[in-house]
Structures are given as structure tokens and as C-alpha cells.
């Protein structure tokens, strides 16, 4: 496994949970911006994925998932999990509430554009909006990681999750969501 990070900080905390679950003989962390990442050996992987990332990476998008996907092997398989504001009179609406917002200056939930230039890059895409629910649940009854959960809070968590797959992929209220998962084998 290897993994490419601009924050040294992440990189640190990558190599320590790779030493605490036994797998530090497998792995190779990199402090690098993407755009300067050269995979060792120049191999070409199996899967790529990022955890919000790509909404950092907004002004060089199009060619950052260029380069994302020319790491990834021939029918190999891509996961990006982001923030997304799919409707934005809602972003404006959370926007207002007096809820803290963290993040840096240049940064925003992808939205539809650049959802759009994901499934130019790579059309056999699938989506999961999620984190509708579970985010009012996760802010006032189910605080924390979800391992360290009282039974009934872990049991709301789960049933909003539940709900949200229903009402954000099934009846396609997916504005609501403040996550989606894109997923799916690039073709080449």
C-alpha cells in the first residue's frame, strides 16, 4: 500500500496506524503534493482512492484527475469520498447557521460541475450520497468515532445511515446529503 499526502502530519499518523496494526513492512508514506508524486518502482496500482481531497483541489481539478487516473492500472478500481453541496441555496442556508466551519480559505464542497468532470474522466462512475441524517445525529446525539458509542447512540447512527441511503440514492433527495462516495473500475 502506499499513500501520497501533502501534510506531514498525515503522513506521521499513516505510519504510526501502519506500525499499530502490524503492516509497516507493506506500506510507504509520502509528504508530497500529488501534482510531484512519482509511484515507487513508476508502478501503476489496483485501486486509487482519496478522502476529501479532490475538493482541495478544485483549480487543477481537471488535470489532477487526469494524473489520479493514469495511476491506476487497466481496469483497475477508483474511490474518491468528498464533500458535496449539490444544491446550492442549501450550502448558502447551512452557510448562515451559526455552526462552526472548518477548513481552509480555497476550499468547498464539490458540486455539480466537478461531479460532472469525474464522470468525464472516468463514465463508468457510480455514486452514494450520504451524511444527512448521521450528520445531525453525529452533532447532537451520537458524538465521537462510532467504536466508542453507547449501544443506543451506535443503533440511532446506524438507523440514520439506513435512512439516508433510502432518501438520498432511492428517492433521490440527494441535495440533503453533505457527502458522496464516487466509485467504480476506470475503463481504458
Not at 502490524?22 to 518502482?41: I, K, M, Q
Not at 458509542?149 to 443503533?155: E, I, L, T, V
Not at 440514520?160 to 475503463?187: E, I, M, P, Q, W
Request: net charge positive; charged share 20%; aromatic share 10%.
Amino acid at each position: 500500500m502506499v499513500g501520497a499526502d501533502i501534510s506531514p502530519r498525515a503522513i506521521q499518523a499513516a505510519t504510526a496506524r501502519a506500525a499499530l496494526h502490524g503492516v509497516s513492512e507493506r506500506t510507504a508514506f509520502f509528504a508530497t503534493p500529488f501534482e510531484l508524486f512519482v509511484p515507487p518502482d513508476g508502478g501503476k496500482f489496483d485501486v486509487v482512492c482519496g478522502w476529501a481531497a479532490l475538493h482541495h483541489l478544485l483549480p487543477v481539478l481537471d488535470s489532477m484527475l487526469s494524473r489520479m487516473l493514469e495511476l491506476c492500472k487497466p481496469d483497475g478500481f477508483v474511490m474518491f469520498t468528498e464533500p458535496v453541496a449539490s444544491w446550492r441555496w442549501l450550502r448558502k442556508l447551512r452557510l448562515l447557521l451559526p455552526i462552526p466551519t472548518n477548513g481552509t480559505p480555497d476550499e468547498r464542497p464539490l458540486e455539480a460541475p466537478e461531479i460532472a468532470l469525474l464522470f468525464e474522466h472516468a463514465p463508468h462512475l457510480r455514486v452514494r450520497y450520504h451524511n444527512a441524517l448521521m450528520r445531525v445525529v453525529n452533532r447532537f446525539a451520537a458524538r465521537g468515532r462510532y467504536e466508542d458509542m453507547p449501544p443506543f447512540s451506535r443503533a440511532l447512527y446506524d438507523a440514520a445511515g439506513r435512512l439516508d441511503f433510502f432518501l438520498l440514492n432511492r428517492l433521490g433527495l440527494n441535495g440533503f446529503a453533505s457527502a458522496a462516495t464516487l466509485y467504480g473500475t476506470v475503463k481504458k
